[in-house]
Each structure stands twice: as C-alpha cells, then as structure tokens.
C-alpha cells in the first residue's frame, strides 16, 4: 500500500521530526482557513513622543486559534510567507488599519494619529503591490499621510532597483516608510541614503541592553546619529524602562513604543485608554 510505503520510507526520520512536520502541515490548512473564518484579530500598540503623547500606533497581527488560543506572528508570518497566504492576509490588515485611520479622522484627539503597518516580503514583490496598496487606500478613503508602512533591510535589499522604485511611487502618493528592526540586517550606508524612509525604527534587541551593555550604548547612539544626519525620524521599540527611555531623550530619540508605554492591545482597549487621557 503506498501509503503504508510512504510512512515507513519516513521511519528514519527523528520521529520528533515526524510530528513537527505534521503540526506544521495542519496550521498550513488551518491557515488557508482563518481568514474566512475571522479567526485574526489586530492589535495596536502606542507609539509615544518626547512628551509622552500618543502620536500613533503599529499594527500586530494575531491569530485567535479555537483551540490552541492566541498564535503569535512569529509562528505563523514565516509560513503565510511560504505559503503565499501573506499576500490576501497582509491585504487585510492594509484594509483594517486604513478603515482605522478613516474612523480616527472624525475625532479631534485622534485626529492626526499615524498607523504603521508592517509588510512580509513576498507581499512587497508582487507584481501589484503598489496598485494594491494605492487601491485599498483610495476605497478606504484615509488620508494617506497617516499610513506608514514598515519594511525590513533584508526585504529592501533583495532587490534594491525594484525597492525604490515601488517605494518612490508610494512616497508620492504621500504614504511613508519606516525601516523596522533596524541594525540586524546588513545595511550600508551607501544604500541606506538612496531610500526614501521617513523613519528608522531601532531595533528592540538593542534597546534592551543600552543601559547594561556598552556596545549596545554605542550602537544606538549611532544609529540615532546617522538617522538624523540623513533626515529621518528616529523610533525606538521595545523601550521597557523609564532608564532606556531616559538614555534614548538623552541621545537624540524622541518616539518610543514599548511595554513602558503600552502593550499591543484590541482596538476597544487602545480607544479606551485615549479617552481616559484626553479627559
Ligand atoms: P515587529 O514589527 O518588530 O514588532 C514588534 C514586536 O515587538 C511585536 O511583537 C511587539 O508586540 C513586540 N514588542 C513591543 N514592545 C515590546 C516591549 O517593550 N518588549 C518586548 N519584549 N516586546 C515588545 P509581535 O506582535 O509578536 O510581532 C512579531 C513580529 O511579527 C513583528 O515584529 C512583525 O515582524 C511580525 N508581524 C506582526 N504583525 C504583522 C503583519 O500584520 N504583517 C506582517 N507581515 N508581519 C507582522
Ligand atoms: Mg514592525
Ligand atoms: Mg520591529
Ligand atoms: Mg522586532
């Protein structure tokens, strides 16, 4: 029987191995599933200025699973990639953030709010991606301005010609560009002036250790100071501490999204928390 072959021609195998692969190939179809079963859900963390306003937030993707609870996006991103689900998946969050931001417009305190979306690789190499995005956002009818999408060294880089151009397109349409986990990849300066980024956004494993690791100090310092002397914005994420958000005032950064500030929450919650400060 070919199927008993096909399971003994996998006996060599680290049975270990076997069941990974298994559970691998049932989120795969539980994935495909999700979407029409409104199985995901978005989060929006603060992003906070030197004064402590809320000027925006990001939007994290999750995964509310019937029965294993709440995937995070560290599992399941890397096989909507593999799979190709990223690209109606990533449009979703697009549709989500920009009907957000439309809603946001008719309040004065969340008037001017920004959204970060972020973007997977295989969603920015599609062919369409530009028209998608510019299509989603007109229907939406959210001011461009307001939609920042995040994209990381390695995706930029791959291609850097095609990068530019799509981001160049975007950018005169008014949308704008944040370069997140910034100093875990391989950027060169040389590449790093030729994008059009608004902002840089330091990455969270650099921001943990500037108080305690004098590497990580020197690193974020010149990340900050290269980010101003080419004119972008710097953020930093994953700020924890009032000591690293001192450290990061003190050297230059003035926008932070941490736990400090707020953990990624559901909508209802993060329009809770807003009115209860502008009372
Ligand atoms: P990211 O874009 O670098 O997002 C920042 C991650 O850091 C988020 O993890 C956030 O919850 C976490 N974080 C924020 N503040 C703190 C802090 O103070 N301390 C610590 N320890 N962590 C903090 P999350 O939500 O698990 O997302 C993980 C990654 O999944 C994101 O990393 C992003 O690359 C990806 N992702 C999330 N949503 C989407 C999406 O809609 N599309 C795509 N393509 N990727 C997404
Ligand atoms: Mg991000
Ligand atoms: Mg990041
Ligand atoms: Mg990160």
């Known amino acids: 029987q070919a199927k008993t072959a096909g399971r003994n021609t996998l006996c060599f195998f680290d049975p270990s191995m076997q069941i990974a692969l298994e559970m691998r190939t049932a989120m795969v179809t ?70 957000q931001l439309k809603q946001w417009e008719h309040d004065p305190g969340t008037r001017n709010f920004q959204l970060a979306v972020n973007i997977s690789a295989r969603q920015f190499r599609q062919l369409d991606f530009v028209d998608e995005v510019l299509e989603v956002l007109e229907k939406s009818g959210a001011d461009p301005l307001k939609l920042k999408l995040e994209l990381t060294e390695s995706l930029v880089l791959q291609d850097i010609t095609h990068s530019i151009e799509k981001m160049e397109t975007l950018c005169s349409a008014g949308i704008r560009f944040s370069l997140d986990d910034f100093g875990t990849g391989h950027s060169s300066l040389t590449y790093l002036k030729r994008l059009p980024l608004e902002q840089i956004k330091i990455d969270q494993s650099f921001v943990s250790d500037i108080t305690t690791d004098p590497s ?46 707020g953990r990624p929450m559901p909508i209802e919650d993060f329009q809770k928390l807003i009115s209860r400060f502008q009372v």
């Open 30 to 99: 539980e994935l495909r599933q999700a979407l029409t079963r409104q199985q995901f859900k978005l989060h929006y963390q603060r992003q906070v200025n030197a004064e402590g306003s809320v000027v925006g937030a990001e939007v994290l993707l999750r995964w509310q699973h019937p029965e294993r609870g709440m995937i995070s996006p560290m599992v399941f991103i890397p096989i909507a990639e593999e799979t190709g689900l990223i690209v109606p998946l990533g449009k979703w969050v697009l549709q989500m953030a920009c009907a």
């Open 216 to 261: 990580d100090e020197v690193i974020v310092r010149t990340i900050i100071v290269m980010s101003n002397s080419l004119g972008m914005e710097v953020i930093a994420e994953g700020v924890e501490t009032e000591e690293q958000r001192d450290f990061l005032a003190r050297n230059g950064c003035y926008t932070y999204q941490g736990y400090l500030f």
